[in-house]
Each structure stands twice: as structure tokens, then as C-alpha cells.
């Protein structure tokens, strides 16, 4: 998986934390852990963090059809403590929306920091900025069973998934997006049905973000990259830079 080659490498380069302890990770609002059970799967001691247990079983019964363990942990990405603290920790997929507040942004990279090893890496993907607009809505794609290797045999399934709607409210005071999820569903020998939800995210642009991780005062250098590849570009206004890479070094 690319994003886990991205993942070492950055603490690779970037971290400064002794080889004896460089081999641990945690994958914050980690839903179905890939990243924790490819490096798992690699050697590493993983975790992965989400507040629903429902997801974490999800993921141990990925973990365990991969043949590998992960530990997981139920919690509030804003408040936790770990038994053991992690050379590396991640928080991927832009669920750092999730975080609608200033002070929950600053309580998470705090709780990160507190978690992670002297010298270790905490890299935070975001959309890149020009993508925030309402312009660049609906965002859809389609999945099906055929796409993963570990469905052969199974009965065919394909959802359509819709992530943001061209007319989802936002509210220019909290700068806080009603965004639309929905899933539809079609099953071998079943009608189609659609599952859809209604969650408050709020984007950060570059120099907002900038300014919470230095209020939290918890990481002692920072960068910013344009992608998630190897060497990364910087972020900026180029075709290179399509997302916010953030690493931050404890």
C-alpha cells in the first residue's frame, strides 16, 4: 500500500526516534484500519483508534482474515491515553473534519502528542485548499465486491457512494458543513436500497490549521507537503499539490 510506504518514510526522514522503538503506529478515526493492518502486516506493533466499536470490530475481523493483529481502541480522538506510546501516528482521509472547533482541534493534537514517543511523526492528510469549494461538489463513486480480492465467490455487490452535496448548508460563522452520505446498495437477487446520513464537518484551510498547531504548542517542527508520494512536493498552488499533507514531529 503507497500510503504506508508514505507513512515509514516519513518517520523515516522526519522523526528522530531510537531505532529500538520506531516500529509502532496508530491510525486515528481508523475505521477499517487498513493502514494499521498493512504495517501489521509488515512487522509493526498497530493500533487503531475510532469512537465506534462497531467499526473496531469491523477492523479486528479485517485483522484477522489478514492473519495479522492490531490492537484496538475505543475512544474520543480529542482524550485518549494508550497503554504504550507510538513512534507514529496518523490521521488520514480528512477526518480531522470531523472536528467542528478550534479547541477540539487543540485538545487532538495535544492527546496525539501526549501518545506519541520523543522524536515521533504525526501526519494529517486534508483536502487541499482548492478543493473547499462548493464547486467541486457532489463527490461520487462506485465500488463493487469485484474490487477486492477477498470477496471471490461471494454474492456481487456494487454501492454508489455520494459524499457532499452540491446543496448541503454551510454556515459561514462556524464555517461548519451539514454534509450528505449516502450509499446505494445493490445486492445479486435483492431491491436497491440507499442508507443516508446527515454529519457536521468543517475543512481548515492552510494558515488556520497553521495557527492551531502552534496554540497547541505539542510538536517541535512542522511540514507541509502537496501529496502523499515519495519525495512529496510542497504544498502550494502547482499541479503537483493536490492535497494537504501536515507531518509534525513531537
Same mark, same amino acid.
Given at each position: 500500500m503507497g500510503e504506508c510506504d508514505f507513512l515509514e518514510y516519513c518517520l523515516r526522514e522526519l522523526g528522530t526516534v531510537e531505532v529500538a522503538h520506531a516500529r509502532s503506529y496508530l491510525e486515528l478515526a481508523c475505521g477499517p484500519a487498513r493502514h494499521a493492518r498493512e504495517l501489521a502486516r509488515r512487522g509493526?506493533?498497530?493500533?487503531?483508534?475510532?469512537?465506534?466499536q462497531d467499526?473496531?470490530?469491523?477492523?479486528?475481523?479485517?485483522a484477522v482474515s489478514d492473519g495479522v493483529h492490531i490492537e484496538g481502541v475505543c475512544a474520543d480522538m480529542t482524550d485518549f491515553t494508550l497503554p504504550e506510546p507510538v513512534a507514529l501516528a496518523s490521521n488520514l482521509m480528512e477526518s480531522l473534519s470531523h472536528l467542528t472547533t478550534n479547541e477540539q482541534v487543540v485538545a487532538h493534537l495535544?492527546?496525539?502528542?501526549?501518545?506519541?514517543?520523543?522524536?515521533?511523526?504525526?501526519?494529517?492528510?486534508?483536502?487541499?485548499?482548492?478543493?473547499?469549494?462548493?464547486?467541486?461538489?457532489?463527490?461520487m %463513486? !462506485?465500488?463493487?465486491?469485484?474490487?477486492?480480492?477477498?470477496?471471490? *465467490? $461471494?454474492p456481487y455487490t456494487e454501492v454508489?457512494?455520494?459524499f457532499?452535496?452540491?446543496?448541503?448548508?454551510?454556515?459561514?460563522?462556524?464555517?461548519? %458543513? !451539514?454534509?450528505?452520505?449516502r450509499l446505494s446498495i445493490r445486492e445479486d *437477487? $435483492?431491491?436497491?436500497?440507499?442508507?443516508?446520513?446527515h454529519y457536521p464537518h468543517r475543512w481548515y484551510l492552510?494558515?488556520?490549521?497553521?495557527?492551531?498547531?502552534?496554540?497547541?504548542?505539542a510538536f517541535s517542527q512542522q511540514w507541509w507537503l502537496g501529496n502523499i508520494c515519495m519525495p512529496p512536493p510542497a504544498l502550494d498552488g502547482t499541479s503537483l499539490s493536490i492535497r494537504m499533507i501536515v507531518v509534525l514531529r513531537k
Open positions: 509493526w506493533r498497530a493500533s487503531g483508534l475510532d469512537l465506534s467499526m473496531l470490530e469491523y477492523a479486528q475481523a479485517g495535544r492527546a496525539v502528542a501526549k501518545n506519541l514517543l520523543p522524536g515521533g511523526v504525526f501526519v494529517i492528510e486534508m483536502a487541499h485548499p482548492d478543493s473547499l469549494g462548493r464547486e467541486c461538489l457532489p463527490n %463513486w !462506485t465500488s463493487s465486491s469485484t474490487d477486492s480480492p477477498a470477496f471471490a *465467490g $461471494q454508489d457512494m455520494l457532499g452535496s452540491a446543496d448541503d448548508p454551510y454556515d459561514y460563522v462556524t464555517q461548519v %458543513w !451539514t454534509v450528505t452520505t *437477487g $435483492q431491491p436497491m436500497r440507499e442508507i443516508e446520513h492552510a494558515q488556520e490549521l497553521r495557527a492551531l498547531i502552534d496554540l497547541s504548542g
